[in-house]
């Protein structure tokens, strides 16, 4: 909220230094022309403390905008909150496809069909995502998020449809899979979970 306020009160400021230069130059329209009683009493002001000046009307400014949208902080807030929830469903689905399929030794068609359907809630969460909240989380979140966590999870889903439709007319495994689609989905988690993994605390303290 605090960064809100310096946000629109910045904004509120310089329109109050376009005001003031306004009312400075109301009615000095030419060489020698006198100036009005409002320019007058505006250079007065201006000239022994503008930035005072300035900044009394940033914050009339920024008060009247919050009286009159009384819910524009709110709405910035409840965007950032939305956006955690999304990140925070992303990694949690994530985390249960994981558990699932390693806490499981042998799956059978069905199972896989239950990791696919939880890796597709992941991508769907994290896609709802905006990177400007994960920079504030981790300035390196960002990037690895969307060139590791997202594509593996669009790619090996899509491997992983793949390969329970051919599972049930083979006997495949994953080992034995030669999908390259889910090699490369397989790969990216990985690196991201290898990442992840050394950051998660740091990370997830500030989501709570």
Known sequence: MIVDIVFYGSIAYLVALVVWKLLLSKGSKGAGSRPGRISTV??????????????????????????????????????????????????????????????????????????????????????????????KLHPELPQKFQEQFLPGLRIGTYGLRSFT??????????????DDSLKVGRQLLGEWTQWFKSHRTEIMEQVE
């Not at 005072?52 to 909150?81: H, I, M, W, Y």
């Not at 083979?170 to 034995?176: F, G, H, K, L, N």
Request: glycine share 2%; net charge negative; charged share 25%.
């Open 42 to 135: 505006a250079r007065q002001i201006f000239n022994r403390g503008w930035v005072v000046a300035g900044v009394v009307l940033a914050l009339a400014a920024t008060s009247c905008v919050l009286k009159f949208e009384p819910n524009l902080l709110s709405r910035r807030d409840n965007l950032e909150q939305a956006d955690l929830s999304h990140f925070v469903e992303a990694i949690t689905q994530y985390d249960y496809a994981t558990d699932f399929s390693t806490n499981k030794p042998n799956l059978t068609n069905d199972d896989w069909e239950t990791v696919s359907a939880m890796l597709q809630a992941a991508l769907a969460e994290g896609e709802q995502v905006r990177p400007e909240l994960l920079e």
């Open 165 to 178: 439709n051919r599972r049930k007319s083979t006997a495949d495994s994953v080992a034995e899979l030669s």
